[in-house]
């Protein structure tokens, strides 16, 4: 699902370098990213949807080389390839949390907004617990049920890849544990692979393997 070989990529010179000599990501894998604050895990999630371009080396995802697609065609392929749960949510205060979590309906006309989306919208509320907050704005919302609203929104497309951005860094013990399974239940059932970024340690024995950061520090890669 991904492939990465000698990725380098610096916010401007003398910035922040992040240096991944290889990674690779199976088609269904269950990866979790651990590591410091600031060492690049989020850097590494932009640069697999594209929504970052690596200086050099290559990142392919389901065979694609993102980096060759044109700006619009990168965008096609993130709305109809990729879920992505940011770490800062990212949602629309304008929109409801209906609205929200169909957004990418919205900006993609690749995806066809028809009743089954409407259905999975109201399914996935369900399963996050927010079935009785979708017709609210963001602002309106805790910050766990707003963390719910964007992880809704990142599956509603049903993804064949989720890069999840400290989805459930908001949440109480129990809620991470079910948002976590929410996740890993809407992976199986279309046979999508999760790249998740995380810090609560107590899920990892749930991940096939766990990737930690603190190997990429600049100078220490092997
Ligand atoms: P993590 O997600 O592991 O906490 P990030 O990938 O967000 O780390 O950031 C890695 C480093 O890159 C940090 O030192 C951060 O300050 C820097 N950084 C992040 N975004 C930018 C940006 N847009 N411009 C310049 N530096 C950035
Ligand atoms: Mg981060």
Redesign the pocket.
Known sequence: MIQIENLTFE??AG??RLRIPEFALGYRDRVAIV??????????LNLIAGLLTADTGRIAVAGTEVSALSDAARRRFRAAQIGFVF?DFALLDYLSARQNILYPYRITPALTLDDAARDRTETLAAACGIADKLERHPSALSQGEQQRVAICRALVTQPKLILSDEATGNLDPESKARILDLLFAQASEVGAAVLA?THDHELLPRFERVLD?AQFREGTAT
């Open positions: 916010y401007g910035g922040f590591g410091p604050s600031g060492s690049g895990k989020t850097t590494l770490q970024v950061f």
